[in-house]
Structures are given as structure tokens and as C-alpha cells.
């Protein structure tokens, strides 16, 4: 995966075998993310990557994060709970995510008819990372760790796959990944077990 945000606009993200290549859809959808990624500098966000993509970051906290799929890209907002969502906008990452907190764009040219609803939803967000406000979070049979929630939030695909697993695999991720002294250590985790949750598995299958 690629590791600085200008590589993600020019090259793509790094994790399929598109990548860097004339069907890699961040390149398909250069015109629309390359508006997005200026929304998000102009509001003062400062930009990093992870999971293969552009994060914008306010207060030190991760506020919003762009994607590209085949059907489009997308602006998918971290703390999604906590946002109003008065022009009903927000998608849901997966079918059981808890909140709405994804904007699907499906042509290059949406972000001139939107541009005043993406401003206005990230100074929302922006709103509640300056008072440290976030969402809360509903009881669980386990506690997810923050890298992991924020894995999921960030990948559609993955919270999907996650959702779909059994109660015993996902509690197995949760265990390992809990086990984990450092930050850095569970980030590490969760993209080496990011292809055995596609598929179906948990932690200790092969």
C-alpha cells in the first residue's frame, strides 16, 4: 500500500494488482477526487495516508478519508455518529455499520453541484474534533480497538466482510488484535489480516 498521499491521486493505492496502471480507478476518478482532496486542504485539514488512502486530519484526530471503487469514490467521514446529515447524504460503509457516514459520488463532475454540502459536512466534523467530541459507542459483546474501528470506517469492503463473519472470528481478530501493546503493532495486524477476513476466515485459519 502506498505510503504518501500525492502517490494515491497519481498512482493509485497500492493494493490490488491495478495499481499504477490505466484501469486503476483513482485514476479514473482523478478529476473528482482532485476536488476533493482541495476541499479538504483549503479547510485547513492536514493530509496523511493510511490503509492505502488520503486521511484528513484535524486536532490530531482522523476526520474523513477518500476512496476510489469501481462505481465511483467516495468521502467517508470518521465519528460518522456524530454527524447531522439534514440533507441525507450519508451511506452506511456496510449493512450492519451502526452509522451513516459515506458520500458516494458516481461522475467526476458531482463535486460542482455538491461542493457546499462536502464543506458544510466537514466543518461539522471539524466542529467536534476542535471540542473533542465522539460518538458514543454502543455495547458489544467485545471492544474493538480504535485502529480497528477506524479500519473499518476507512474500508467498505472489509467492514462488510467483517460484519458477515461468525460471532467466534470476529471475536478472534478482537482478542489478537487487543493483545497488542502498541498502536503500531495492531495497525501492522489488521492489514496482514485484512485478506483472511475477505475471505471468510478468522485469525488462526489458514
Not at 85 to 92: A, I, M, S
Not at 133 to 159: G, S, T, V
Not at 169 to 197: E, H, M, P, W
Request: net charge neutral.
Amino acid at each position: 500500500m502506498i505510503i504518501a498521499p500525492d502517490d494515491f491521486f497519481t498512482r493509485g493505492c497500492g493494493r490490488c494488482d491495478k495499481f499504477d496502471g490505466p484501469d486503476c480507478k483513482a485514476l479514473a476518478w482523478g478529476e473528482g477526487l482532485a476536488a476533493l482532496r482541495a476541499i479538504c486542504t483549503d479547510l485547513g485539514l492536514s493530509e496523511t495516508a493510511k490503509w492505502g488512502h488520503p486521511v484528513y486530519i484535524y486536532a490530531d484526530r482522523n476526520l474523513a478519508i477518500i476512496g476510489a471503487f469501481r462505481d465511483g469514490y467516495r468521502l467517508t467521514f470518521f465519528n460518522a455518529g456524530l454527524m447531522k446529515d439534514p440533507e441525507r447524504v450519508l451511506h452506511k460503509a456496510g449493512p450492519n455499520t451502526q452509522a451513516a457516514g459515506v458520500m458516494h459520488f458516481t461522475a467526476n463532475g458531482d463535486m460542482a453541484a455538491q461542493e457546499s454540502v462536502i464543506r458544510a459536512y466537514l466543518h461539522e466534523a471539524i466542529g467536534y474534533a476542535a471540542a473533542g467530541i465522539k460518538a458514543p459507542k454502543k455495547q458489544a459483546e467485545f471492544e474493538l480497538p480504535d485502529e480497528f474501528i477506524e479500519a473499518l470506517d476507512a474500508d467498505p469492503e472489509l467492514a462488510e466482510a467483517f460484519d458477515n463473519l461468525t460471532t467466534g472470528r470476529q471475536r478472534s481478530y478482537v482478542i489478537n488484535l487487543n493483545g497488542a501493546k502498541q498502536s503500531a503493532t495492531r495497525v501492522n495486524r489488521i492489514a496482514k489480516f485484512r485478506d483472511k477476513i475477505i475471505a471468510g476466515k478468522g485469525a488462526q485459519e489458514r
